[in-house]
C-alpha cells in the first residue's frame, strides 16, 4: 500500500524559508510525476510544483524563483525548498503522487506565514 507523509512544516516569518519533505511507502521510480499542492482557508487545492522521473519540473507561477523541488531517489523523499515565503503562501501542503496505479495523497503539512 503506498503511503505518502509530509513533514517540515511550521510558523516562519515573512521573508523566511521551509523545507518540506514528502516520503513515500515505496521507490519512487514508481510514480510518473511527483508533487506539492496547497490549499488555503476557502480556496481550492492548486499545484505549488511538481517533478517528474525524468527529473522536468514544473512551478505555478507564484513559486517560479523562490520554490525549488527535487527528487532524492536514494532516500524515496522529494523535498521542496521554499524560500522568500510570504504571507500567502499560508496554506496546507499536500505531496501527491501519480503512477500507474493510480493517484496518491497525503495528509499535508501545515505551512504558516506571519510575523
Known amino acids: 500500500q503506498v503511503h505518502l507523509v509530509e513533514s517540515g512544516g511550521g510558523l516562519v516569518q515573512p521573508g523566511g524559508s521551509l523545507r518540506l519533505s514528502c516520503a513515500t511507502s515505496?521507490?519512487?521510480?514508481?510514480?510518473?510525476?511527483m508533487g506539492w499542492y496547497r490549499q488555503a482557508p476557502g480556496k481550492e487545492r492548486e499545484l505549488v510544483a511538481s517533478?517528474?522521473?525524468?527529473?522536468?519540473?514544473t512551478y505555478a507561477d507564484s513559486a517560479k524563483g523562490r520554490f525549488i523541488i527535487s527528487r532524492d531517489n536514494a532516500n524515496n523523499r522529494v523535498p521542496l525548498q521554499m524560500n522568500n515565503l510570504k504571507p500567502e503562501d499560508t496554506a496546507v501542503y499536500y505531496c501527491?503522487?501519480?503512477?500507474?496505479?493510480?493517484?496518491?495523497w497525503g495528509e499535508g503539512t501545515l505551512v504558516t506565514v506571519s510575523s
Open positions: 501527491h503522487a501519480r503512477g500507474v496505479t493510480g493517484n496518491y
Open positions: 515505496i521507490g519512487i521510480f514508481a510514480f510518473n510525476t
Open positions: 517533478i517528474t522521473s525524468g527529473g522536468i519540473t
